[in-house]
């Protein structure tokens, strides 16, 4: 959720922490700050708001250093102030970053504050800064400070520590929150994401689940949870840093919309055979496991659940399968009921949203044949703990809305469905065939669907001065309208919610009036003519529609109808075409809202918190 950026090196390091973490901006947070080890002392600067103000002040006040961290901050425990902002001191002699929640920080505070230790901030990274300290007295090394401090912990943390009287080396420590480490010539280089280091290297590790790891210039010492060491070499990354330019764009979000034929390109390539989808390509396991799979369990987060929830109707249509879909963060904290042979889906973008991993790693206890994720972060811990991995290959994805991420992952679960019907023979071969072709076609739909914008953002004017809004859709464009409105709230600040269409007379009806805009997803379906009758429900009391329809489906603008014609031509594919339009609606009312559109207030791009 918040960024981390380290590093250790013959050379001053002050501007490299400081881009690193302007290449981790989309993340989202409130406040940065930067320390480096400089004339036997560490100097530290922070500041609220965006990195551009801690470069103001590096520029106004120059630090230089050879060893150093730098961190951006969304805010858990504390206000958005300096005083609460990263890097944390303990008796100016360590200084910690950290990502993640600290659960039992209060009791840890209460027990430091009686041994004399005083806080000058209400995060409870503080606590950690003056834990380490506290058990360095009594140890050989730094590390082994870590280490015992790390023991008396409960909660997520990725963490980096420097210390004062050893400018040689930096402490890391991961439990639930990512960390990777980066090699150069003679130097060494620590991120929450592999991302913000592809300027200065290639070569990465990642820290797993409980480790602590010495980082010095020319070497890594791993020690388990248990303390013991660990041989791990570095490899190559194939990540492009593609994002980091809007070209000809306003807004990063803009840009990664219209990028969504290519990233669908890429998502396809190599993975469709002349009428069929290759199975492989969820992995070399995936055709013996998928013919035992007799029921599906999805679970995700946000953006992604709507992608899941997608996925149980095309699962359910396709395949002859129950499927069943959950929040992360409840199927984490309640008692389930596993059925036998059943396949445990988890989806995110990132691949480290804290409450999908968790789920994971519960799931991998409960006795699922097999699981798999769908995630577009090679190397991310959802990847490296599934039994399989489908990579959407989306690229970057810097603004905090999902545009891409989110379609290509609709992408990659109907070729899973696809790929299931296939081991199951559940549908005759022509209509396999079928959809391989719709998919085939798809970037070059989605191409047709952007052509849209101007008339789209002509009707987005329409929503500049309004306050709430409802969106409907039925069957597998109901999820379609939930991502609709999830995508106007998040960047235009409009209360939006998300209704299957045939909920409308059960109680949301009471909120249509002229004030009320209603966005409907019309596809030519054997719904259509339920949802036509649900658009009149709307109209007889006054209500304003705004309908994106099929062309074959024969709707006709008229008195409280606003229409948009969407040349839908795949049956199965239309709900991924559908959400391009309802992506510029919400891009276009953001910008004439004024809003912050890449970064909106209160949000993060990689949630690695509860």
């Known amino acids: 959720m918040c960024g981390i950026v380290g590093a250790v090196a013959q050379r001053n390091i ?253 998502t396809l390539e190599g993975r469709l055979a002349q009428d069929t989808v290759i199975i492989e390509s969820f992995g070399n396991k995936a055709p013996e496991l998928l013919d035992k799979v007799e029921f599906v369990q999805v679970i995700a987060c946000g953006t992604s659940y709507h992608s899941a929830m997608v996925s149980k109707y095309w699962i359910e249509s396709i395949v002859g399968i129950p499927c069943q879909v959950e929040i992360a963060s409840e199927y984490r904290y309640r008692k389930t009921v596993v059925l036998p042979n059943s396949l445990f889906i988890s989806i995110s973008q990132s691949g480290e949203t804290a409450d999908t991993l968790a789920a994971l790693r519960i799931a991998k206890q409960q006795g699922f044949l097999a699981s798999l994720t769908i995630c577009n972060v090679p190397g991310s811990s959802l990847v490296r703990e599934s039994d399989m991995a489908f990579m959407t290959r989306a690229g970057a994805e810097i603004g905090v809305a999902s545009t891409k991420a989110f379609t290509t992952q609709l992408t990659g679960l109907l070729m899973l469905a696809t790929a299931l019907a296939q081991t199951k023979k559940s549908l005759p071969s022509e209509e396999i065939s079928k959809i ?65 269409a045939g909920e409308l007379k059960h109680g949301p009806l009471a909120l249509i009036d002229q004030d009320m805009p209603v966005v409907v997803v019309a596809p030519n379906n054997e719904l259509i003519e339920k949802l036509k009758s649900n658009m009149e429900e709307v109209r007889a009391r006054g209500g304003q529609l705004y309908v994106f329809a099929d062309n074959e489906s024969e709707i006709v603008e008229n008195k409280g109808i606003k229409l948009v014609h969407c040349n839908i031509k795949g049956k199965y594919t239309a709900p991924i075409v559908f959400t391009v339009p309802l992506q510029l609606l919400s891009y276009h009312v953001a910008v004439i809202k004024g809003t912050d559109v890449d970064q909106p207030r209160n949000l993060a791009k990689s949630v690695t918190v509860e």
């Open 14 to 266: 002050a501007e490299i922490l400081i881009e690193g973490l302007k290449r981790l901006e989309y993340r989202g947070y409130d406040s940065a700050g930067i320390a480096v080890i400089s004339e036997n002392k560490i100097s530290r600067l922070r500041r609220v708001g965006k990195v551009s103000e801690l470069q103001k002040a590096a520029d106004e006040n120059p630090i230089d250093g050879n060893i150093g961290i730098a961190h951006t901050r969304w805010a858990t425990h504390g206000e958005p102030n300096e005083s609460n902002a990263h890097p944390h001191f303990s008796n100016d002699t360590i200084a910690v970053v950290h990502n993640g929640i600290i659960e039992n920080h209060e009791t840890l505070r209460d027990q430091l504050k009686e041994q004399g230790y005083v806080f000058t901030s209400e995060t409870d990274t503080e606590v950690m800064a003056h834990l380490i300290e506290r058990e360095r007295k009594t140890t050989e090394s730094l590390l082994d400070a870590v280490l015992k401090a790390t023991k008396l912990l409960e909660g997520a943390y990725g963490t980096v520590v420097m210390e004062l009287d050893n400018p040689d080396c930096l402490v890391v420590a991961r439990s639930g929150s990512p960390l990777v480490l980066g090699k150069g010539i003679g130097e060494m280089f620590i991120a929450s994401d592999q991302l913000a280091l592809l300027p200065v290297t290639r070569q990465f590790m990642f820290l797993e689940e409980g480790e602590v790891a010495e980082v010095t210039r020319r070497s890594i010492r791993i020690l388990s949870p248990e303390g013991e060491p660990i041989e791990r070499a570095f490899e190559e990354t194939k990540v492009q840093h593609d994002a980091g330019d809007k070209g000809r764009f306003r807004h990063f979000m803009m840009k990664e919309i219209y990028e969504q034929p290519d990233s669908i390109n890429s």
């Open 436 to 500: 391989v072709h719709e998919l085939r076609s798809l970037p070059n739909d989605i191409n047709h669907a952007l052509e849209m914008d101007t008339t789209i953002e002509l009707m987005a004017e329409e929503f500049s001065e309004k306050e709430h809004c409802l969106f409907l859709g039925r069957g597998e464009q109901y999820p379609i309208a939930m991502e609709g409105a999830l995508k106007l709230k998040e960047i235009s600040y409009i209360h939006a919610e998300a209704y299957a």
